[in-house]
Structures are given as C-alpha cells and as structure tokens.
C-alpha cells in the first residue's frame, strides 16, 4: 500500500482544502501537505496564467523533512515517489509504476509527450507533426512496454527527447534537490518556458530519463489521436489535459470538450465522480467534503474559477 500525499499551496480555495483534511478521516492514505510555491521568474510567458506555479512540482524533489514525516505519518523518506498531476484519474491500480527499472537515483521515467500537433497550434515548434511524434511508431501491445525509440531524422531527435510531466516516478534526495534549485536560479532558458514544469524537466533530465508505457500517463486526446497504441482497457491513468470534464457535463449528444472529441472520457470521469457523491454521502465527512468540492467546482465569483484551460482553449481559438 503506498500513501497519496496531495501537495497544494496557499491559492488552492479553502473549500479545497478544508476537503482534503476531510478526505483524510474517510480514506487514511490521503495525506494532504501544504507547500511553499515556486513562483516563474519575472518576464515569463507561460502558455496560460494557470501554468504559474507548475514549478512548484518540482518540490516532488525536495527530501521530506524530519518534522513533516510525523505529520504525514510515515515512518521513514519514500525511496521512490511518483508524481500525478491533479487532473488525473487512476481507473486501475498502477504501482508496478515503481517496478520499472532507471540507471540510478538520479533518473526520471516518464512517457513520452505528445508532439502531434494536430490543432496546428502556432506555438508549437515547426518539427512538432504526426510524422515527427514520438507516438506515432508505437504499436499495442509493445507500446505498453514502453520500448526505447529511434529517431530517424533531425527532427525526430528533437520531439523523441521530450516528456510528459504529467506522470513521473523520480527519488526524492538531497543532491537533485541542490541542482534544481541551483538550475532555477542561474538557467537563462526559465523565462522562456511555455510550459515550465514540463519544459524544465526536459532540459534538467536531459538524457537521464526512461520511458514508462502510455498507460500510465494517458492523455485523453491520445484515444483518437493514437488508436495505434489506446486500448480502454489497458488504462491505468487517465490524463485530462486542456479543458478539464468537471467544468460541465457532456452535451445531449454525448459530445464533450474541446471540438466535441472528448466525449467518451469525460463520461468516464463522471461516471466515477457521480458513484463518488454517492458514496461520499454515506458519511457526514464526506457529505461536507460533496458540498466543498461543489462549491469549487462551481464558485460564486467566476473570476474565482481556475480550476480548467479555459485560456488555453480560447487562444487555439483564436488560431482556428
């Protein structure tokens, strides 16, 4: 059994995290854990404002301190941590995760990032194409195994290198921690990170990364996108990335999310939220915790609402 420790910091909503401390009397692996932002550099430009604090994730790095071990329960530092984006729901357990093999502590595993393209997004580098994605040569059933590439061009060289910050199995230690903070301090490239956590994990763990099998981090737009690898029944971890399905309900025709291709698994979201609520009301925590989470998802002051990619989304349609 593996415990979920839930980082947050001081702009998530107290309703969210009175929710979690609630959460935690009904599901005792739940350890929330309140940590200090890590803020961009002045000048950046970050592909949306909700990017602004995805560095943050890099505290998955930072060893756990004696003091917080107590209150988080646990008897000793975790040897392995892997890192979930919180827009992710894990539909199987997936903690052969940590059983992948990397050539030392030092090391990430990850999956590999999409690089298709297919919305032509204008800030997408020139080589990002179904061509050039690492995806595309992927076949079922190999893919689950993640087997290593071989670019076959320059451009290829070039979008094979990248990862998906979304899903990553790292060990937390005292030496990477240094690194990385040393790299946020003097690294001239921060500013101009699009995506910054993504985008810093990908220059810092250059070369020291191994692939984990799609299954483990996957992106919704990849059922369609990649039917080459996606099979429903092998997901572990579905990925909700760009516009997030608990902003809204699917459409009376079943159609959901951006251009209406996300039907099939924003229902799947759902359909586990709505067995959530149901269970959740069965205990007096978790009925307050139902009424937290709807205040969130639904906030009186709009302006308050950051929970999806309506930025992103607005600007692709701008390009369209």
């Known amino acids: 059994m593996h415990v979920i420790i839930v980082q947050y910091t001081d702009t998530l909503q107290q309703d ?163 690194r990385i903070g040393n790299s946020l301090q003097v690294s001239p490239s921060i500013v101009k990170y699009k995506y910054p956590d993504q985008d810093f994990l990908v220059e810092f763990f250059a070369d020291r990364w191994v692939p984990i099998g799609w299954q483990y981090n996957a992106v919704k737009l990849h059922r369609y996108t990649h039917p080459n690898i996606w099979r429903d029944e092998e997901v572990r971890a579905l990925h909700y990335t760009v516009d997030k399905p608990w902003e809204r309900r699917n459409e009376a025709d079943g159609t959901a999310g951006y251009r209406g291709r996300d039907g099939f698994t924003h229902r799947v979201w759902w359909t586990h939220y709505d067995a959530w609520a149901k269970e959740m009301e069965a205990h007096d925590a978790g009925h307050q915790a139902l009424l937290n989470v709807e205040r969130c998802r639904n906030p009186a002051d709009a302006a308050q609402n950051k929970l999806g990619g309506r930025e992103l989304l607005a600007r692709l349609a701008e390009q369209s």
């Open 16 to 178: 969210c995290v009175e929710c979690l401390h609630l959460l935690r009397d009904i599901y005792p692996l739940c350890r929330p854990m309140r940590v200090d932002p890590i803020a961009l550099p002045a000048g950046s430009e970050p592909i949306a404002s909700r990017f602004d604090e995805t560095l943050t994730k890099l505290r998955t790095f930072q060893p756990i301190e004696s003091d917080r071990l107590a209150a988080l329960a646990l008897d000793q530092r975790p040897d392995q941590v892997a890192f979930l984006d919180a827009d992710i729901l894990i539909l199987r357990n997936m903690d052969d995760i940590f059983d992948i093999e990397r050539p030392g502590p030092e090391w990430i595993s990850a999956h590999h990032a999409c690089a298709c393209n297919i919305d032509s997004d204008p800030i997408a580098p020139p080589e990002f194409s179904i061509e050039n994605c690492p995806c595309t040569p992927l076949r079922h059933p190999s893919a689950l195994a993640a087997p290593i590439l071989s670019p076959e061009n320059e451009a290829q060289e070039k979008t094979h290198r990248l990862l998906n910050s979304g899903v990553f199995v790292c060990t937390p230690s005292r030496d990477v921690w240094d």
